[in-house]
């Protein structure tokens, strides 16, 4: 409840500061600065902070983070009610809270590892989902009419009320969460903490070298998650090239309600024997969906194809989330979460890019009138607006399905649920093992 009111904020946040931004603009550019300066700092952050997470209680950096975030919101909230707001405040309050979430995200991550039994984590993982698809749902829809009635100052009043009402309700949540141990001597000083930081950083290192099959699921969720914001991104540009906003507004409604089915399906499923198959066939589905995106047109059948893709992501989504906290050891679960954390910004990053490149430079170009590709891809994707962001649909979505059914073929992958043994458990039993 704590988490769901404070993502709820943080999405009328996100969805009004862009708007703010861009009416103040009028640059898209700006706009996507904002958004890099929300993510990108959280990569040099996240190492070190899962690192701290494992030497210092999780509720206390919990704590402290928020304090900072609501002093910030805060701050944010007195420009503006005296009309000194700037689009340079936005690009450093979005960096800092970035770097102040970097330290949270890791230590909440493992916090709810120390309050959940094993056998549960796999719901708890569908919960998070539902979590986070109702902020998607109602954030947006919510935010933008509290924008033409009230205004920014407003949003960012509830924004503050909601992120300290959920801060007190995940605080009681953790209040019972274990404390890492530290090691001798390792709460003395700032500088021991910091060098136990950067030592457990190497102990998450040293996990994924262990543990080769973790280290396959880790390319694996970066890849797949690289596809997902993708194509989430180029999905607007793709509508908006032969619909209008309202029928985006639409299919993103859609995309949450699928999302929250995904999530409430994980929950009645609750603990299943064959994690990784269900992953990678969850992900299959997704795969198909991405490349039927860009073969359909009418609003109906974006509708239904979006719905069942986000389904299916939040299934995999919420398996990914389960297998990671069975499967990382107690003393650097924070480090390993960090890690993650950073190549999966770093893999999107990279893909969200070089996607808009590809689009722009080579295959918008092929398919306008007089093209390369207008007598043979054309005759599938058709030619003009937004057929390039269409066929990287296609592609993108056709290297899915080939990763996916390569994870199905390759037996030690899809059997990693059983072959790499749970944190809990010291070894195989021997019909893990025949398995």
Not at 147 to 168: H, N, P, R
Not at 191 to 207: I, K, Y
Not at 237 to 259: E, F, I, K, N, R
Not at 308 to 321: C, H, Q
Request: one cysteine or more.
């Amino acid at each position: 409840m704590g988490e769901s009111l404070a993502v709820i904020g943080t999405a009328l946040m996100e969805f009004a500061l862009g708007v703010w931004v861009y009416n103040h603009t009028g640059s898209a550019v700006a706009f996507a600065n904002v958004v890099l300066a929300a993510t990108l700092p959280a990569i040099i952050f996240l190492p070190l902070a899962g690192g701290l997470a494992d030497r210092v209680s999780h509720k206390v950096i919990i704590v402290c983070s928020d304090v900072l975030l609501a002093a910030m919101l805060f701050v944010v909230m007195a420009l503006l009610w005296t009309d000194r707001l700037e689009p340079l405040h936005l690009y450093v309050f979005n960096a800092l809270a970035s770097i102040v979430s970097s330290f949270r995200q890791p230590a909440y991550q493992a916090a709810v590892n120390s309050i959940v039994k094993p056998d549960k984590f796999t719901r708890a993982s569908g919960l998070m989902g539902i979590s986070k698809n109702a902020s998607a749902l109602v954030g947006p829809l919510l935010a933008g009419i509290l924008m033409a009635q009230a205004g920014l100052v407003t949003i960012v009043a509830i924004d503050l009320i909601t992120f300290c009402s959920g801060t007190l309700l995940v605080i009681k949540a953790f209040s019972h969460a274990r404390t890492p141990v530290m090691v001798a001597g390792g709460g003395a000083s700032a500088g021991s903490v910091m060098r136990g930081a950067v030592r457990n950083v190497t102990d998450a290192l040293g996990f994924f070298k262990s543990e080769r099959l973790m280290a396959g699921l880790l390319v694996y969720t970066m890849l797949r998650n690289a596809l997902l914001s993708m194509v989430t991104l180029m999905i607007t540009p793709l509508l908006l090239s032969m619909h209008t906003s309202q029928t985006l507004g639409v299919v993103y409604t859609w995309a949450a309600l699928g999302g929250l089915s995904g999530a409430g399906l994980l929950i009645f499923v609750g603990n299943p024997g064959r994690l990784m198959v269900l992953i990678a066939c969850a992900d299959l589905v997704l795969s198909l969906c991405v490349v039927s995106i860009g073969l359909v047109s009418g609003t109906t059948a974006y509708c239904a194809v979006v719905f069942v893709a986000i389904a299916a992501a939040s299934v995999a989504d919420g398996g990914v989330s389960a297998l990671w906290m069975r499967k990382i050891p107690t003393g650097s679960r924070a480090s390993v979460f960090a890690l993650i954390s950073m190549l999966i910004i770093a893999a999107t990053s990279i893909a969200i890019f070089g996607g808009g490149l590809i689009v722009d430079h080579w295959f918008q170009p092929a398919l306008e009138p007089g093209g390369r590709f207008v007598e043979s891809i054309g005759g599938w994707l058709g030619v003009g607006k937004g057929r390039g962001v269409a066929l990287l649909f296609v592609v993108a979505g056709a290297v899915s399905v080939l990763l996916c059914l390569g994870t199905l073929i390759y037996r030690p992958m899809r059997r990693l649920d059983r072959l790499v043994r749970d944190e809990e458990t010291t070894a195989l039993t021997p019909a893990d093992a025949a398995l």
